[in-house]
């Protein structure tokens, strides 16, 4: 290289240099001023990056320090396109009781930083429809029961542990298995049969729903609005277009069954891809329904399949809770059948996975919120319009009101239902709503809380408690040294450790 290059080579370095300046701090002139709240890290605005480029890759360790730094006070820490403000307890009611107008539900991965949430499960909340299909799906879970158990049956059948689980204890992946049978039940329950038994749609879903352990590194460094440049490279882009693709042809397909089925009046199912047709009426678009259904089942399917896995982790280490549980599936189900009442009554096994959620939450941050207006909360702290919030959930399950709530405690809330019971009629024993797993509260934050608290909710508890009472039923699983493996977190997602081995042994 000559002089010439080298000169010019700098005079490019300096100028880039200076348009990147430039362009943070006119970023920081367009940000809501929170400078009355302490940031975790750096004060200072253009040092506050180093801590961004460190939240992409270390976000819960740096939310953990925050919140040990400032003893659970509020806080603020620096991503790469925006403050995030980590509230307390305190705050929760004003925010669950803000009009819609002053707070809104925030997409962590549009409106944060897309390092936040590799399961993009805020990112889906804000599809077409998607509230809609939660609602059907929530209404119709009493009809969905004998789909979701003869899948669940086909999924065991079809998995590697019914091929070797016959001759004694043997390894299998826990997370594998958790994604296989989630997918398979998930894709039962939205495109209905024969679709859902497709190969194709099997394996690509499970590639999608495997892909939140790497996403990718772009994704982590990169607002949401460049990602789309760079979207043609990640694998987990292929296989979207690929279900898309695979969608398009179920919609097509089942469309024409529907148009013959309402002249003979034969037809009647309950999966999503019949009521989203039915829905949209004669206006549909089937690329249209095709999209809906892909974001649905792989939001469905990453977080059913996180909380399952931790599930089946909390049962492989805690021996001392299957033979209650046991008793309590078989006698439900020798009475009622396998009925959504029947399920309603499995208090061991709700309180059960309940514990496991809240230990064990898939997300490490949740009710992200955005102030549309000035918002004061009652005592007094203020947040401008555009300030990002949400609650850090770990410490605030941690420090919970419950009784050490740090020691996992599989039957702590069946136990608080037997001593708050309201109901003593044995047909009609429904767990107090105030310990139930889908009952949201500042203290149980896996579903989120408020107005914004996930919606499919209802359904995906039921197709938990269904998957665990099977297992329970029909397998032992273990891990050799007893101990539950730790998790690994990836953005602001904790996930059960995919490396690790589980036993599992057919009863
Ligand atoms: C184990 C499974 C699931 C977990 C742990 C979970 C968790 C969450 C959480 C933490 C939120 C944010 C709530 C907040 O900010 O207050 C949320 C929102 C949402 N979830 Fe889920 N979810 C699950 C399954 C589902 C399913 C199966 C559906 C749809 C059928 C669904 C649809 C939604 C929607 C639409 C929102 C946005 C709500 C709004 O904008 O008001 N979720 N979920």
């Known amino acids: 290289?000559?002089?010439?290059?080298?000169?010019?080579?700098?005079?490019?370095?300096?100028?880039?240099?200076?348009?990147?300046l430039c362009l943070v701090l006119r970023s920081e002139k367009a940000e809501p001023?929170?400078?009355?709240?302490?940031?975790?890290?750096?004060?200072?605005?253009?040092?506050?990056?180093?801590?961004?480029?460190?939240?992409?890759?270390?976000?819960?360790?740096?939310?953990?320090e925050g919140f040990n730094k400032y003893k659970g006070s509020t806080f603020r820490l620096s991503l790469l396109n925006h403050w995030l403000?980590?509230?307390?307890?305190?705050?929760?009611?004003?925010?669950?009781?803000a009009s819609e107008e002053d707070v809104c539900f925030a997409n962590m991965a549009n409106q944060f930083d897309p390092s936040l949430d590799p399961i993009g499960h805020y990112e889906a909340a804000a599809y077409r429809n998607i509230h809609?299909?939660?609602r059907y799906v929530n209404q119709n879970i009493a009809f969905l029961i004998f789909d979701l158990k003869e899948e669940i049956e086909f999924s065991f059948e079809n998995a590697p542990v019914d091929g070797f689980a016959d001759i004694g204890w043997q390894e299998t992946d826990g997370v594998r298995l958790a994604i296989q049978l989630t997918t398979q039940?998930?894709?039962?329950?939205?495109?209905?049969?024969?679709?859902?038994?497709?190969?194709?749609?099997?394996?690509?879903?499970?590639?999608?729903?495997?892909?939140?352990?790497?996403?990718?590194?772009?994704?982590?460094?990169?607002?949401?609005?460049?990602?789309?440049?760079?979207?043609v490279f990640p694998s987990s882009n292929r296989y979207q277009r690929q279900m898309r693709l695979l969608m398009l042809s179920f919609v097509r397909v089942r469309k024409d069954v529907l148009n013959t089925a309402e002249h003979t009046g034969k037809y009647k199912d309950y999966d999503l891809l019949s009521w989203a047709l039915h829905q949209d009426g004669p206006q549909q678009i089937p690329d249209e329904i095709a999209f809906d259904l892909v974001n649905l089942t792989i939001t469905t399917s990453r977080m059913v399949s996180m909380s399952l896995a931790h599930v089946l982790y909390h049962l492989a280490s805690n021996p001392q809770y299957v033979s209650p549980m046991r008793m309590e599936i078989e006698?439900?189900?020798?009475?009622?059948?396998?009925?959504?009442?029947?399920?309603?009554?499995?208090?061991?096994?709700?309180?059960?996975?309940?514990?496991?959620m809240k230990l064990k939450c898939v997300y490490c941050i949740t009710t992200a919120r955005k102030c549309l207006k000035p918002f004061t909360f009652s005592n007094g702290m203020y947040l401008p319009p555009g300030?990002?919030?949400?609650?850090?959930?770990?410490?605030?399950?941690?420090?919970?009101t419950y009784s050490s709530p740090d020691v996992f405690d599989g039957f702590r809330y069946s136990r608080l239902h037997e001593q708050h019971r309201v109901d003593d009629?044995?047909?009609?024993?429904?767990?107090?709503?105030?310990?139930?797993?889908?009952?949201?509260t500042a203290d149980d934050l896996a579903w989120g809380y408020g107005r914004h608290a996930c919606p499919g909710r209802f359904f995906a508890a039921t197709v938990l408690k269904m998957m665990l009472a099977h297992v329970l039923l029909r397998y032992d699983v273990k891990f050799e040294n007893g101990v539950r493996p730790k998790d690994v977190v990836v953005g602001m997602n904790r996930l059960p450790d995919p490396s690790v081995k589980m036993l599992i042994k057919k009863r």
């Open 425 to 440: 009629s044995p047909t009609t024993d429904r767990m107090n709503s105030q310990f139930q797993l889908v009952t949201t």
């Open 85 to 97: 403000v980590i509230l307390p307890k305190e705050y929760s009611e004003d925010l669950r009781k």
């Open 387 to 400: 300030a990002l919030s949400a609650v850090a959930v770990e410490p605030r399950h941690l420090g919970s």
């Open 331 to 356: 006698s439900l189900v020798r009475q009622g059948g396998w009925s959504k009442e029947s399920i309603d009554r499995m208090h061991k096994v709700d309180s059960f996975v309940k514990e496991s």
């Open 185 to 231: 039940v998930v894709n039962r329950l939205f495109v209905g049969l024969p679709f859902a038994r497709h190969d194709e749609l099997k394996r690509v879903s499970m590639e999608l729903t495997s892909d939140i352990y790497q996403p990718p590194l772009m994704e982590r460094l990169l607002p949401r609005k460049f990602i789309s440049i760079f979207r």
């Open 1 to 20: 290289m000559d002089l010439d290059d080298e000169y010019s080579s700098a005079i490019f370095v300096i100028l880039l240099v200076a348009i990147l």
């Open 33 to 64: 001023n929170l400078k009355h709240i302490p940031a975790a890290g750096h004060q200072n605005y253009l040092l506050s990056y180093i801590d961004a480029f460190e939240f992409a890759f270390r976000g819960a360790l740096k939310l953990k």
């Open 132 to 134: 809609q299909l939660a």
